[in-house]
Structures are given as structure tokens and as C-alpha cells.
């Protein structure tokens, strides 16, 4: 089956440690971003990729960090220097003009 | 800044009526609309998309897009209990890429059976 796989589902992080949240593709798009969602609140960009080995930030940047080493797969980090990182994170792929969600992960601070 | 501006709701219908979702939007050169529906901890899920002035109609969704008033709705017709859920309006500037798009803050739907 094609599609975006997110893992994990749910991920509990400590104060101060950094956390990878894993996006795979099999789609073959180029393009992929991640959003972040807070409760009452629309997606937010954090970053996006088009091509391989390239990256921008988007809206709310700070305090994480990503790669694309491969097409079909772009990590995010989400660093110790976020200060308020619980939500539920989204990682997106588009083949140019609509994008097709992951089932997301909910990341919580404890 | 660009502005997705959406009613929050909740918008309560009984079962088998038209629901009526709104969004209007800022930036007057937008290209490109979406329409996600989202349950209740689940991801986006892409229901429609319209780009040029008019009805575009797919099953029991309507799109309705106005770029002179820059409003554009979404009418679900004969609603069902499983249409509850969160509408998320998504705006782009561009015809194409995504990273440009803003989304509004969503539409709760209760169909009331």
C-alpha cells in the first residue's frame, strides 16, 4: 500500500532530551513538510523539503532540526531548546499540488 | 499576515440536512483551496479542492469559491452521524507547492441523528 507512515504514534519526552519522529514515504513525491497542530488551533509549518539534501524553515523553526538524506524518508528533531513541545506533530508529502497527510504523532512532555 | 479566518463552532445539524461551512480568507491573490476533514485525533484528511470561481461538486460535498469576496464554503448534503468532525479551510497563495499554505483553525460539525 502507498502512503505516509509516522512512528510513533504517541512519544513521551523528559525535559531537556531531544526526540526523532520518524515520516516514510513510498508516494515518490518530492516535497514533504512537517506541521505542528496545538488543540483549537490550525497546522503551523515547521519545516519542509523539495529535493533531496534540501530543506527550509518554515513558520515556527525554532527548536527543531531535520534532514533528507533519502526521498523517502525526512526525520524531525525536536531539540531540548523547544520550550514547549507537547502537540501533535504532522508530517505531510505532496506530488505538487495537494498534500496527503501521515496519521500523525502526539508528543508529550512529562 | 495571511489570515485563514474560519467559525469555530460547534455547527450542529440533525441527520440528512445540509451542513454549511465557511471560510473567508485575506490574501485577495490566493490560488488554490482546500477542504480537510479531521477526527478527533486523527490526521487531515483532503476532501476537496477548488481553484477557479463557482460550484464544484464531488458526491454529497459542494465547494463554493468566491475570489471577488474572498469566501469560500463547503455544503455537505444529506449529512451523516459519520460527517462529525473538524473542517479545516486551507489557503495557497500558489497553484503549486505546499509550503505556503495557511490553514484556518477548523469547523467542528455535530450531526445530530
Known amino acids: 500500500d502507498g502512503g505516509i507512515t509516522q512512528s510513533p504514534k504517541y512519544l513521551f519526552r523528559k525535559e531537556g532530551q531531544n526526540v526523532t519522529l520518524s515520516c516514510e514515504q513510498n508516494l515518490n513525491h518530492d516535497a514533504m513538510y512537517w506541521y505542528r497542530q496545538d488543540p483549537g488551533q490550525g497546522l503551523r509549518l515547521i519545516y519542509y523539503?523539495?529535493?533531496?539534501?534540501?530543506?527550509q524553515k518554515g513558520d515556527i523553526a525554532e527548536g527543531y532540526s531535520v534532514s533528507r538524506e533519502k526521498k523517502e524518508s525526512f526525520p524531525l528533531t525536536v531539540t531540548s531548546a523547544q520550550k514547549n513541545p507537547t502537540a501533535f506533530y504532522l508530517c505531510?508529502?505532496?506530488?505538487?499540488?495537494?498534500?496527503?497527510f501521515g496519521q500523525g504523532t502526539r508528543l508529550t512532555v512529562v | 499576515q495571511k489570515e485563514v479566518e474560519q467559525n469555530s463552532g460547534p455547527l450542529s445539524v440533525p441527520e440528512g440536512a445540509i451542513a454549511s461551512l465557511n471560510c473567508t480568507y485575506s490574501d485577495r491573490g490566493s490560488q488554490s483551496f482546500f477542504w480537510y476533514r479531521q477526527y478527533s485525533g486523527k490526521s487531515p484528511e483532503l476532501i476537496m479542492f477548488?481553484?477557479?470561481?463557482g460550484d464544484k461538486e464531488d458526491g454529497r460535498f459542494t465547494a463554493q469559491l468566491n475570489k471577488a469576496s474572498q469566501y469560500v464554503s463547503l455544503l455537505i448534503r444529506d449529512s451523516q452521524p459519520s460527517d462529525s468532525a473538524t473542517y479545516l479551510c486551507a489557503v495557497n497563495p500558489f497553484s503549486g507547492g505546499y509550503q505556503k499554505v495557511t490553514f484556518g483553525t477548523g469547523t467542528k460539525l455535530q450531526v445530530i441523528p
Open positions: 477548488i481553484y477557479s470561481n
Open positions: 505531510a508529502s505532496s506530488p505538487g499540488f495537494e498534500a496527503f
Open positions: 523539503s523539495q529535493i533531496v539534501n534540501d530543506f
